[in-house]
C-alpha cells in the first residue's frame, strides 16, 4: 500500500507540474497586463511601465521562456511572485483560501452528512412515499444550477427582509466590520446562512449525495452478508448501520474526497454571487484583470488540492474496504 | 428485435414518458415560438425598457429594449444546439479514445490514459475562460469545441475498462483470426456494443453541457455578444434580479426545465437499455 501510494504521488507531482506550467504559458501568452498601465490618463511614459511590469516579471517584452523561469524559480522557493498592480500573490492567497474554507467546510459537511442520512433512509423505505418524495426532490434540484439556485434563494431572502421592514438574514459579504467580540460571530453566523444552503442542497450536495447513496444501498442490502448479520441475531437497526451503510458508504466516500479536495476553490459561483472574497472569485477577477501570477497560482494551488483529494480518497477507501488492504 | 423491446421499455417508464413529453413541448417552443410572438429577437421597442410582462410584450423587455420573449426562444436554440453538439462530439471523443487504449493496450494505452489524466488536472473552466473570449468574432461553433474537449475524459475510462473485457470475447477473436483489420473490429464489434453506455452518457452529456455552457457564459466567458443563449441572458437578469425578477426568471425557468427534462429521459433510457443497473 505505502509503495502503491508513493507512486500515485509521484505521477501526481509531474501532473500539477505540468498543469501549473501549462497554465502560466497560456495566461502568460494570451493575457495583456500592459493594457491597465497604458489606458490610464495622464498617460505614462513606456519606459516607465516597462520598468514596473519588469519589475513583477510581467513584461511581455521578456522572451515568455525568460518569464517562465523566474517564475519557476520563484515558485519553486515559495514565492508566487506579484499580481499585476504590485502585491504579493503569496499574501492573498493565504488570506482568500481560508475566505473560502470559512465559506465552504460547513456546506460541504452537511451536503454529505444530509446526502448520506436521505439516500439511505430511501432505500431502507424503497418505493415508499418518503422515497418518492426524496427521489422527486433531488432530482428537481440536481436540474438547478448553483447560479439558479443561489440567486433564487438572494431574491427570496430581499423579499423576506423587505416584508419584515429588517434584515433578518444577510445575504452579501462574509461579516460587518463594524461589529465585534460574539456579535461579529453572530453576524458571520448570519452571512454564512445562505451560501450553506445553496452550496449543500444543491446538485453537487445532499440531492447528489442522496441520489449515489441510495443506489449503492440497494446494492447493499440483497447482498447475503446483510441478511447473515440480522439472522445471527443483530437487531435490524444494527444490522443497517454497520454492515450495510459501511459498506455502501465507498462510492459517496471517494466523491466527499474529492469534494473536500476542492474545498477551496470549489464554490466560484457562491463567492461572486454573495460577494465573499474567496479563491474562486479571485480566479474569475484576475483572469478580467489580466493578472497571470494570480492565475497561475489559482490554478497551481487548485492542482495541489486535487492531487491531496484523490489521495485521501484512496485512504478512505482503503479504511472502508477491507478487500483494498488486503490487496 | 432489441430496439422495440427497449422503446416499449422506455415508454412504459413514467419518467421517461414525462421527460420526453417535456423535452418536445420545449424544442417546439424554441423553435416555433418566435413565429407567434409579435417581435423579432434583434428588434428593440425604444417606447419600452424593463417594463413588465404584459401583453404587448408577454415576457417583458430588457434594459436595451429587446422583448425577452423572443430574445429567450433565442438563447434557448442555441442552449439547446450546443448541448447536442457537445454531447455527441464529447462523447464520440470518449468511445474512440477509450475503445483504442483499451483494444490495442501497451504504449497505445499509456500515452492516451496519461493524455486523459492531464486533462483531467488541467483547469478546464480557466482555459475555457482565457481562451473562449479571445476567440475571432466570438464564433460560438469554436465554444462548442472547447465545451467538448473537455467533457469526455470519464467517461473514456470506462469505455477502455469494459472494451478490455470485450477484447477477450470469442466473437471479437473471431473476426480477428478471420483479418478483419483492427480499426473495424474497433467500430464493427467493440463500439456497438457498448452502445447502451455510449446513448446514456451522450443523453446526460447533453444537460451537462447546457449548464456547462450557461455557467460559463453566467461570467461573460461563454457565447459573447450580440450572441445570445440562456446562460448569458440568465447572468444579466440575474444582476437585477430583485428589481426586475422576469429577467431572471424566464430563462433560469427555461433553462431547469429543459435540464430536467434531458436528465428525466436520460434516466429512463438508462432503466430500460440497461434494466440489472440501478445506479
Known sequence: ?327 | MRSKVVLRRLFRNNQARYGFVALVALVLVAYVGPYIGKYDWTEKDFMAFLSAPSADHWWGTTSIGQDLYAVTLRGMQKSILIGLMVALISTGLAAIVGAFAGYFGGWVDRVLMWGVELLLVLPSFLLIAIISPRLKSGNWLWFVVLLAAFSWMITSRVVRSMTMSLREREYVQAALYMGIPRWKIIFRHIVPNMSSLLIIDATLNVSSAIIGEAALSFFGFGIQPPDVSLGTLIATGSDNATGYPWLFVFPAGLLVLLVLSVNLIGDGLRDALDPGSNS
Not at chain 1, 439472522?231 to 459501511?246: D, E, N, P, S
Not at chain 1, 466560484?268 to 460577494?275: A, D, G, M, R, V
Open chain 1, 1 to 327: 500500500m505505502g509503495k502503491y501510494l508513493l507512486r500515485r504521488l509521484a505521477i501526481n507531482v509531474i501532473l500539477v507540474v505540468i498543469a501549473s506550467s501549462l497554465a502560466y504559458m497560456l495566461a502568460a501568452t494570451t493575457m495583456n497586463p500592459r493594457a491597465a498601465y497604458q489606458g490610464r490618463q495622464p498617460p505614462v511614459p513606456e519606459a516607465v511601465i516597462d520598468k514596473t511590469l519588469d519589475a513583477y516579471n510581467l513584461n511581455d517584452k521578456t522572451p515568455v521562456l525568460q518569464r517562465y523561469a523566474t517564475w519557476a524559480t520563484g515558485v519553486v522557493t515559495g514565492d508566487f511572485g506579484k499580481t499585476w498592480n504590485g502585491a504579493s500573490v503569496n499574501d492573498e492567497l493565504g488570506r482568500r483560501m481560508f475566505v473560502s474554507l470559512r465559506l465552504l467546510i460547513l456546506g460541504t459537511l452537511l451536503g454529505f452528512a444530509i446526502g448520506v442520512a436521505l439516500g439511505a433512509y430511501s432505500a431502507v423505505k424503497q418505493y415508499k412515499f418518503g422515497d418518492r418524495l426524496i427521489g422527486v426532490g433531488s432530482f428537481v434540484l440536481m436540474a438547478i444550477p448553483v447560479f439558479v439556485l443561489a440567486t433564487l434563494l438572494a431574491i427570496a431572502t430581499y423579499n423576506l427582509n423587505r416584508g419584515l421592514g429588517f434584515t433578518l438574514i444577510e445575504y452579501t459579504g462574509e461579516y460587518n466590520p463594524k461589529l465585534s467580540g460574539f456579535d461579529q460571530f453572530l453576524n458571520r453566523l448570519n452571512h454564512l446562512i445562505l451560501p450553506t444552503i445553496s452550496l449543500s442542497i444543491g446538485g453537487s450536495g445532499a440531492a447528489f449525495y442522496s441520489r449515489i447513496q441510495r443506489n449503492m444501498m440497494l446494492d447493499v442490502l440483497g447482498q447475503d452478508f446483510v441478511r447473515t448479520a440480522m439472522a445471527k441475531g443483530l437487531r435490524r437497526r444494527t444490522a443497517l448501520m454497520k454492515h450495510a451503510l459501511r459498506t455502501a458508504l465507498i462510492p459517496s466516500a471517494t466523491y466527499f474526497a474529492f469534494s473536500v479536495g476542492t474545498v477551496f476553490t470549489g464554490a466560484i459561483f457562491t463567492e461572486k454571487i454573495y460577494n465573499w472574497h474567496g479563491m474562486g472569485a479571485w480566479l474569475v477577477d484576475s483572469i478580467n484583470a489580466n493578472d497571470v501570477n494570480s492565475v497561475a497560482a489559482v490554478t497551481a494551488f487548485t492542482a495541489v488540492c486535487i492531487l491531496f483529494a484523490s489521495l485521501l480518497s484512496d485512504l478512505l477507501v482503503a479504511a472502508l474496504d477491507p478487500r483494498v488492504r488486503v490487496s
